[in-house]
């Protein structure tokens, strides 16, 4: 009887870009030059650690104004991987969690969170390789 292990690596890579205005529109990301922090309650914050032999690195905030809750992300960086996206999740399995970006970006930009996300259970943004099922990093919001 044989029995088929499947692998937990993240082996093929794309090269992650900054964003800019010009690629931000395509991401679902916009640059932290456009985001305001006027009227805006920081509720949370976490910075990122790498996961396993994969290095990541950064900070993230949770924002709230009215109704609508905002993460913005600073100086974001992680080891290239396919199909990386962020997601919002209870623990760093990503069980019950939501996505929140298509694509993972690098640099300085913010994501509105969509009403399906909750914050109050969901504490860990994850970078997650989506194709294989493997976490890259993550950040506690605290």
Do not use: H
Request: with cysteine; charged share 20%; net charge positive.
């Amino acid at each position: 009887m044989m029995l088929a292990v499947g692998l937990t690596a993240c082996n093929k890579t794309e090269e992650l870009q900054p964003v800019t205005p010009t690629n931000s529109s395509t991401t679902g990301n916009m640059p932290i030059t456009s985001f305001d922090t006027n009227g805006q309650k920081l509720l949370s914050e976490g910075t990122f650690s790498g996961s396993g032999n994969y290095t990541v690195s950064g900070n993230v905030k949770l924002y709230e104004k009215a109704t609508k809750r905002t993460l913005v992300f600073t100086n974001i960086k992680s080891s290239n991987g396919p199909d990386l996206r962020l997601y919002l999740s209870e623990d760093k399995v990503a069980s019950k969690f939501v996505e929140i970006s298509g694509k993972l970006n690098v640099g300085d930009y913010f994501v509105e969170l969509p009403t399906t996300a909750n914050p109050n259970n969901q504490k860990f943004v994850l970078i997650w390789c989506k194709q294989f099922s493997v976490l890259f990093g993550s950040a506690e919001l605290k």
